[in-house]
């Protein structure tokens, strides 16, 4: 049931470190658990469980699942979520705290490769939302097999393996009820008024009809091998045609090659040059491709400048983004510093301090950032040997596309 090659790309990039894996109790994750213990042994693998706290027994479920993991001699640490007052608790942003906390805890282990049970069966209802909401080709290939973690700055440098992914959920228990396995049953899974469990509850009554939902996920996967091959291209094209720094450079002459290569390396680009965790609308990119490399004038968009500059153009930070402006949209917030802690700067800028007491700081100046120290909260340009500085734009560039395992590990 685990998908070789997935299996083969995870055990490459994590090296000698276990792998983190996503437990909720469920099904499908504890499946996935017992099939990798099986696989590698329980000294390969950690869990982690994300208590949401947003419901009643959430708590309880967190601890099952942390026995669950610990019956199998591996260990799991419950990460319970806070929330602010009046927060967005809906599933997106439930998703995306529950990610968040993932690859924060991935990496305070040290590790970087987590494994998550998407199966075959969410990748037919992905599919179907998607296409139901009008998504492009590219939203069609649904969920990788292997990706990086969809979060920046958080998830940078952590691979996300979904081995299950030409999995059926019901063969994923059938497995669970021959070894003697219980799981728990998350009651939002029944909850009807969710997207996702509205179109699973359609899937089931259109298979029961003699409709296969796994020619979904069968359009996915060749989807998928064609963005593959979108992505190759258009990551040769960045690395011919640009120069990556806080300031992108793109050289016209070498920017050459299908419009929908050249519109995909620079969706990449725009999102390292803004450092934002989402790349623009696929929607958007043909015009914007167009427009910004004929630009004789500059222009803003996605939280960027596009500055024509001679054989070439710039895309640079938008002062705008960082500094606030006019309409309301406040400037970016100071960023204390831990000493010898690297802190991530608007996406963009990774800053590690020698000692306590630094904070980085929106500024008026060409790099849109500087550095205080002191009760007096002095300004410095020169902040010679006390903190060291890099640009994320490179890394950035290397998030949007699938891990490559051949590459030297961030």
Not at 172 to 182: E, S
Not at 184 to 191: F, G, M, Q, V
Not at 205 to 213: A, F, N, V
Request: charged share 25%.
């Amino acid at each position: 049931m685990l998908d070789r090659l997935t299996i083969g790309r995870m055990v490459a990039w994590s090296g000698d470190r276990p792998v983190l894996v996503a437990l909720s109790g469920g099904g499908d994750s504890v499946a996935l658990l017992h099939l990798l213990v099986a696989e590698f042994g329980a000294s390969r693998l950690r869990a982690v469980i994300v208590d949401h706290a947003l419901r009643a027994g959430a708590a309880d479920d967190a601890k099952h699942a942390q026995s669950i993991a610990h019956s199998l001699a591996v260990p799991a640490d419950i990460l319970t979520l806070t929330w602010e007052e009046g927060a967005n608790r809906a599933q997106r942003a439930a998703r995306e705290a529950r990610y968040r906390a993932i690859c924060d805890q991935a990496r305070a282990l040290g590790l970087n490769t987590i494994a998550t049970a998407h199966t075959a069966d969410d990748q037919a209802e992905t599919v179907l939302m998607r296409a139901a909401n009008g998504s492009t080709w590219r939203g069609l290939a649904g969920a990788a097999p292997f990706s990086f973690a969809p979060l920046w700055p958080e998830g940078r440098g952590i691979a996300l393996a979904r081995p299950l992914l030409s999995a059926r959920r019901e063969r994923l228990r059938d497995h669970l009820r021959l070894v003697g396995a219980a799981w728990l049953e998350d009651p939002a899974n029944r909850n009807p008024k969710f997207e996702r469990v509205r179109v699973r509850q359609r899937l089931a009554e259109l298979e029961q009809r003699g409709l296969d939902p796994m020619r979904l996920a069968s359009v996915a996967a060749r989807l998928r091998r064609r963005g593959d091959t979108l992505d190759s291209a258009a990551s040769a094209l960045i690395a011919r045609a640009t120069q990556l720094s806080l300031s992108i450079e793109i050289a016209r002459a070498a920017w050459t090659g299908p419009n929908e290569v050249r519109q995909r390396a620079l969706s990449a680009l725009i999102a390292a040059a803004s450092g934002a965790s989402r790349e623009p609308p696929w929607k958007q990119m043909a015009a914007l491709e167009e427009r910004a490399m004929h630009a004789r004038q500059s222009f803003t968009h996605s939280g960027i400048e596009f500055i024509p500059n001679g054989a070439g153009i710039v895309l640079r930070r938008e002062p705008g983004a960082v500094l606030g402006r006019a309409d309301g949209a406040p400037a970016l917030e100071p960023l204390w510093l831990t000493a010898e802690v690297e802190a991530i700067w608007d996406g963009r800028l990774g800053v590690t301090a020698s000692e306590a007491g630094w904070r980085v700081v929106p500024a008026r100046n060409g790099e849109l950032v500087a550095f205080e120290n002191g009760p007096a909260r002095k300004r410095y340009r020169d902040v010679g040997d006390h903190l060291r500085l890099r640009s994320l734009a490179a890394a950035r560039v290397m998030h949007a596309f699938a891990p490559d395992i051949n590459r030297a590990k961030p």
